[in-house]
């Protein structure tokens, strides 16, 4: 029955209760038109964002990222002569419930592709369902790394693509001796600051005392003690700097403390992670002009194709104040890279486009190339910006040419003798080159441990 | 706009007229503005280092417009278009820009951001022109301008400006700037080792003479080194006690966001003994009214924050009084009813919001008079809006003690609660009461929306977030005393403030939490138990 639906109509007409009209349409077309009829079944693209609960404020504009890009590739003819067609759920911002919706598009709704998610323990709890029922899913945040699958592709940020070359800037650019690593306490922050704690002694040679260390609950507000800290930390005469992994609109209040204590960004810079344009629209920025954020893009990018983004996105959201951030920018090269893989294969078939997809290169928003790597993470150059007092980042130092992402961190004793590659023959996402063995999928392990905590 | 677009066209028309003429009668003025302009190109290069030569060589030219190049750089407004012109940006919001000529100050007119690139600085050259514009205005007629000057100059001079400071310390009037360029010159002499600068600082408590003392303290000579490590541990005692008075306060403020959080809850829970579940996005609605407010009157967040405290009340009293004759007057009696139903107003009224206004956070603007911190030493300084929000919340307490003790309507309250039956045949009209004692918890909730608007985020989640904390205070300082409120909110402030420096956030909320839960298990009546016979009921 499943396959007469899909392979006969356009799914308006089953939606409804006319089941029996389509029967008999059906019956009448014959199967002459059946090879037609396919073709002009649209394309599904499963949009997999939360649009209430805490996350919406993050979530929201990339699930109207994906539908603008949609209706712009529709505009252009579509794929392969098929229109796209968007199938939006709402996650909530609810962890488990991830896994419940993403099943839902890629068991009832067959989707084609997936677009979503952004915290990683979100990320975690649908991965299992991608891996059972074979779906594509494509990733767009920055994230801890440490996990490659064969069914999603990270186009967000791998910590070497954004942590360590940012720590590397405070180092060389602007002679930082002393880090306090503060974070939400959650697996992003405390992954990325195990990395750049043992970077930070191992490669530079910093010392114990020289590193502070703090977490916070999410959606903290009263930052009074732990900016005092901060403050004191940075008063021993050594140039210190803050490296903020805070997620979320904890952000405003930890930002506002800073600048209320007096903590000027020439003093003590702070360089974030997760506080991109979309979180600054909710804040004063006059205070906090030139504190930093380490990003793949910025919105004041200087480039055509970013103004052109930055055109349409104005347009479609008919708002002369709405901004792009780094989270639109990867889901506009991975829809563009899946789009590219689509054409190349000539089909929607996942196992086919999975492979296609690996080298395939597009144009990203700062003036240069993207491509899809072995390890389904893709080439990105990294930006520092100092904030403006428009909302908006001054990029004051980028890498001289893109970087690869790598899954598995080399810093870490566990994941530094792993590698990821999706490629026949090795088709793994954790081999390890010591003993040459591949590790396997630990999908439903992970989700049930990042589901306890 | 449109009229700065006509005036540019103007300007620009004007300009290509006198351009000739003016080319033949000020010939000096033009010599001068080819020279600046060498001066302003040296800056439109790619490395940062060379924007240091050229931000010192416009400090070493004599031009009187150096200063505000330099303040335009430095608020990265000095800019220039395609064909080579440096202007500066007025207004940087939105697409398109205002800007004037840098050279002879005429607007341009708007032009689109991307006609347009900045001279871009970092951190770096932003602490080179501080450091430059402070030498600058050192001789400013401005006192606020040297203050300011001498204030960062601390901890930054080098030997060449040691004999100009010391004759500006001469010539100098106002108290306040002599002793900061005192400071700064004893912190110099102190770090290499002299000990006039040691003696100087003895006492100080700034940072950067702390710094310079224990360098100092490890110098070669042995006397120098002695004064300097006696001098550093009179600091510290010093510092001890500042830092024990910092977290004092820090305890107070978090203190006075939880009575202000849970007085209106006192209110309604505690004295009317109705479990309300949309508590917190009563204050919810305060807070987006404040935001409300900002928005109809732009330009004036002050005046709209005053308006909002009463326009908060009203709004969170009025929503409160809905409630009230919606749902729980219908569930009297039926706690558990009653908790579930108001739960669902909560979340009812949280939707409302992200589809009616949006599910973003909402920027409230701080008043410039609530920003910043009040300066009591070096080593303390007090943040400003949370002295505010610490003083509204007495103000509040004040005035609710006010009500419930002083007026009619206060006693009504206290006898419908104590005997409703009795109360009701002393002709009291206890359904009004009820709604008044409701609309007045609410309003309270309301006010403090208004106060939490300028701590934390403006969002549909925000009553969540302290609907617990909310409840937890009101337990604690025992059901249905407003002193018991007070007390509970102000110490669990404090004793949270004290355990987060050694415990982390996280360890400190669970431990104040566990340390409630124990307390309430010897005194299940909280701080404050009722007595007598109202307390049976």
New interface residues.
Partial sequence: MNTLKRSTHPRPFLSSGRFATALLTAAIMGASTQAIAQDDDPIKVGILHS??G?M??SE?VLKDTVEMLIEQQNEAGGLLGRQLEAVVVDPASNWPLFAERARELLDQEEVDVIFGNWTSVSRKSVLPVVEELNGLLFYPVQYEGEESSENVFYTGAAPNQQAIPAVEYLIN??GIERFALVGT?YVYPRTTNRILEAFLKDEHGIADEDIMV????F????W???V??IRRFG???KPTAVISTVNG?AN??FY??L????ID??DI?VIAFSVGEQEL????TG?L??H?AAWNYFMSV?NDDN?DFIDAWIEYTGD??AVTNDPMEAHYIGFNMWAEAVRKAGTTDVDTVKDAIIGVTVPNLSGGYAAMMPNHHITKPVLIG?I???GQF????QTPSTVAGDAWSDYLPGSRDLIADWRKPMECGNFNVVNGSCGGSTAAEEAEAALAE | MRRFLSLGLLCLLLLSITVTAQAQTSSTNTADDDAALELLEALDVESYADKGDAITAILQSDDERARDWLQALLDGRLQRTEDGRFVLVLENRGRDWPVADVLTGEALGEMSRRDLERIGINNNLRNQLRSAIAVVDLYSPNVERRRTSAERLLGEVDGELVPTLDDLIEQEEDEQVRYRLTQAVAIYRAEAGEMAGVEALDGSLHPRSRVALSRAANSDDPVVANAAAASLAGIEQQLKINRGLETLYFGLSLGSVLVLAAIGLAITFGVMGVINMAHGELMMLGAYTTWAMQQLLPGQPGLALILSIPAGFMVAALAGVAIERGVIQFLKGRPLETLLATFGISLILQQLVRTVISPLNRTVITPEWMSGSLVVNDALSLTLNRMYVLGFALVVFAGLMLIMRRTRLGLEVRAVTQNRAMARSMGIRATRVDIMTFALGSGVAGLAGVALSQLTNVGPNLGQNYIIDSFMVVVFGGVGNLWGTLVAGLSLGVINQVLEPWAGAVLAKIIVLVFIILFIQKRPRGLFPQKGRAAEG
Wanted: net charge negative; charged share 25%; no cysteine.
């Fill in positions: 649009l209430s805490t919406a404020i929201t650019e602007v306490d703090n977490y916070t609950p959606g903290h507000s009263d009074q003690n732990i005092a800290e008063e021993e005469g609109d405003v209040p506002t403390e600048s209320n204590q007096g960004a020439a810079p629209t909710g804040i004063d205070p002009v030139g930093l200087d103004y002369d104040m100092e403006q007092d428009n001054d990029i004051v130092w």
